[in-house]
């Protein structure tokens, strides 16, 4: 499976629009297609300390994942970002966020 930059963004704002702080992904028996990438990319912005699963299937973001959100949140900003190359995106986020959330949205997307 790829991944997809979108996605991951739309993930990271879905989550912190939850009025109970919590997603949550049906189990991967029943999922559709699209549960299922967004159960996979979940599990790489876990791997960055953005999100973490608090049971199965239940998702919530983290301090660092409130700062990511903050820093992706403006679409425009965005647009920015996923034009540039790496280093510009970097050197874009680390007038953003904390130095921590550039680090993990840096690996994440790719551009670290």
């Not at 874009?92 to 993990?104: H, I, P, Y």
């Amino acid at each position: 499976m790829k991944r997809e930059r979108d996605r991951i963004r739309n993930l990271l704002l879905r989550l912190e629009g939850e009025p109970q702080g919590f997603l949550i992904v049906a189990g991967l028996l029943n999922a559709s297609d699209e549960e299922r990438a967004d159960e996979y990319h979940l599990k790489l912005m876990a791997d960055e300390g953005l999100v973490v699963e608090t049971d199965e299937a239940v998702w919530r973001l983290t301090a660092l994942g409130h700062d990511a959100v903050e820093a992706l949140e403006v679409n425009a900003f965005w647009e920015k970002l996923k034009s540039a190359g790496p280093k510009e995106a970097y050197e874009l986020l680390k007038g953003a966020t904390s130095s921590l959330a550039v680090t993990a949205i840096s690996k994440l997307m790719g551009w670290g």
